[in-house]
């Protein structure tokens, strides 16, 4: 399913002009498709926004701030993931305080996990990647990252879709 709801695609458009900081210094190495790899921010799936996308291989990549440790926040996160892994997409989350102490690695190691990662199948899409560790992990447990700095959501300079 890559059906998008209309509520989806305006608040990827909103998402997208208020990018955090994190979000728009991974843009900023992203959207040059490194390796080949052509990524989407902000992207709308079901009703849900993800923060970057690689259609190709199927993997949300989600910057998690200190928020997504909070309140209800860590069982939406799960619920949103169930649902993603159901689609056949794999789920990336990576603490916003990584990208802010080495964007050039965090970048790179997703791009890395990206190009890595087999192409989609039919058996994917009903499976849960086993793939993980390291600078970031793969959702399979559906627990939030955490994250000791905050992701500071507002306009920064070279955050364009």
Same mark, same amino acid.
């Given at each position: ?73 860590? *069982?939406? /996160? $799960?619920?949103?993931? +169930?649902?993603? &892994? ?9 603490? %916003?305080?990584?990208?802010?102490? *080495?964007? /050039? $690695?965090?970048?790179? +190691?997703?791009? &890395? ?9 039919? %058996? ?38």
């Amino acid at each position: 399913m890559e059906d998008h709801s209309p509520e989806a695609i305006e608040r990827a458009k909103k998402l997208r002009q208020e990018m955090s900081l994190p979000e728009v210094l991974l843009w900023n190495r992203l959207r040059g498709k490194p390796m080949g790899m052509k990524f989407r921010s902000q992207h709308p799936l079901g009703d849900y926004v993800i923060d970057f996308f690689c259609a190709s291989k199927r993997i949300a990549i989600e910057i998690d701030g200190i928020a997504h440790d909070m309140g209800s926040r860590p *069982d939406r /996160d $799960a619920k949103r993931d +169930a649902w993603l &892994r159901q689609q056949g997409i794999d789920v990336l989350r990576i603490p %916003a305080a990584e990208v802010l102490r *080495d964007v /050039d $690695a965090a970048a790179e +190691a997703i791009v &890395r996990y990206c190009a890595e990662a087999p192409p989609p199948s039919a %058996a994917d899409a009903a499976a849960t990647s086993p793939r993980g560790g390291g600078f970031f992990r793969a959702s399979s447990n559906a627990s939030p990252c955490r994250s000791d700095a905050p992701a500071p959501r507002g306009r920064y300079p070279g955050a364009t879709s």
